[in-house]
Each structure stands twice: as structure tokens, then as C-alpha cells.
């Protein structure tokens, strides 16, 4: 479980914030903010807040009042971002070239073809840009992984409790084992339902005909509870008794039969049972929280100054000539 700042820093991972500069006077017009001597830039700034309110979509013009939300959390996700790398960096924690090579590769193969140039494209974001934001984004999760993660610890007694406050949650809801045959034509499902009602066995049929990957098994789905396959399965399978054949059923994979093998009703899994999965929300839990707090202390002990007068004139806008160099 991620703290809420650890989304607002992944997406500027795709973002183009320049790189930390020298402090300069507060007053500065070109300042939004300086945090432990390490400026935020006017027009990086502004120019991050032009692709969140463009993300939003909107043809409308935002009035300052509308607008102000917006800057403040991102100043806020900015202070937080800083303090971390500073901590970071005090401890020597830093993401390896091929730590940043991998999650980008990561990043593009969640992607068409080609479709990933496009959306840094659309973002005005370059490699060099994206790849700098990823180290840092590394950095800050290796941190917490070596810093602040090896002090939470779960004990049993938390344990019981959350498994008594979240019973219901932890329930093991019902079941289906189920088996389907799936043909292109409607025809063809009638002539296989024909030969069901004469006595052929369903798995032997399914072999045959099927055109779905379980085809080999027989048909065979194996259990499953609501949700997890297309809801027009769901609408027929958890309708059928035991042993019975459904009628044809059409979904854009195809033409349908289903038979249900076996059910399991809902029950209440035992401690025991659900104790690793109770274990781990709650060391999630635990972590995140810790990230939060870790987080308040450095921004307790940060030296952060805020240009009102700079931040109040931001518009969103991105002036002419502001464009970000490249690093």
C-alpha cells in the first residue's frame, strides 16, 4: 500500500521538473519555493501544472479560485518528493543505471507499439527526462525499503484483531467448478447441444469441438467466484445446479454451453487459514502509515520557504520561453 504522495511522484515520473538548482532569494520572481536550499523553478512548476490541468480535460477557462487546489497539492507533493531525495542522498541511496534501464522497459512494454513514444510525446517528456525521474522514483523506494520498512513489525495480537474487525472481508465467498464449450456459429452450438441430450459426455465433446484454450481439458474452468470471468458467464454458471447443462449462451468470444461440476457455498475461513493474507494487510498498513510519518518528520525538520507572491501569480500557463532545456 503506497502512501498517497507515492502516486502523485510516479506520475511525474512522466513529467519534465527540472533538475534541483542553487538557492536563490526567496523573493525571486523565478521561485515558487526553496526547500533545505534546493529551488523549485516558476517555470518548472508552472509547467507541471499546465499537464495536470490539461490531464483533466475541460475546454473551459479555470478561475484562480479553481486553480489554487491544484497548485497547493502539488507544491505539496513537490516538498515531499525534495525531502525525500535529500534523505536519500544523505544516506547514500541511489538507483543503478540498470535499476533505471529495467523499470523503464517495464514502463514502454505496458504499451502497444509504438504507443509509448506517443504518450511521453503527448507529455513533451524526453528518454533522458523520464529515465532521471525513474532513478529518483527508484531512489525513494529503495530508501523506504532500507530505512523505514525494517522497523515495522506485525505482531500476533495485531493480527487477531484485524482477522475479528475484518471477518466478513476475509470470507471465502462461493464457487463454481464449471466447464464450458464455446463455438463460432449458433449452429454449431445446437449440434453440440443435441449431442448432449443424446448421451455424449460433455468433456469428450469439448475436446472436439471447443475452440477455447481448456479445450484439451475437457472444458474444464476449475473454481471460480464472482467476478472473476466475464459476467456472462457468471449471470448463467451461478444459476445452474450441479450437473446441469446450460442453455446456448452468446458473448463476443462466441457460442456457449456451460455444465457446472461442483459448487462450494461461502464460509468463514478460520484464522489459521487467512493468516498470511491478514498479515501482509496489516504490514501494509503499518508501512504505510510508517511512510507517512517518516515523511512529516522531514518536512518538521525542512527549511521550506514558500513565495506566496510567486505561487499566487501561477496561472497554469506556460509562459513563452519557458521551455525546459534539456538536462
Known sequence: MRAPWTAALAALALAGLGCPEQAKPQQDPNVVATINGEVVPRSDFERELSRELNALGGTHARTPEEIEPFKRALLDTLVERTVLLQAARAANVAATPEEVDRRVLRLGADYPAESFEEAMAQGQTSLTELKRKTAQLIAIEKLFEEHVYPRVAVTEDEIRRYYEAHAEELQEPEQVHAAQIVVKG?????????????????????????LSPEAKLGGDLGFFARGVMPPQFDEVVFRLSVNQVSDVVTTDYGFHLFKVLERKPARKRELPEARREVEEKVLQEKRARAQEEYVRALKEKADIRVNEQVLLAVTGKVRPGSAAPEP
Not at 449458433?186 to 443424446?198: G, K
Not at 455424449?200 to 475436446?207: G, I, Q, Y
Open 186 to 210: 449458433l449452429d454449431d452450438a445446437r449440434r453440440v447441444q443435441s449431442l448432449l441430450r443424446s448421451g455424449k459426455k460433455f468433456p469428450d465433446l469439448a475436446r472436439r469441438y471447443s
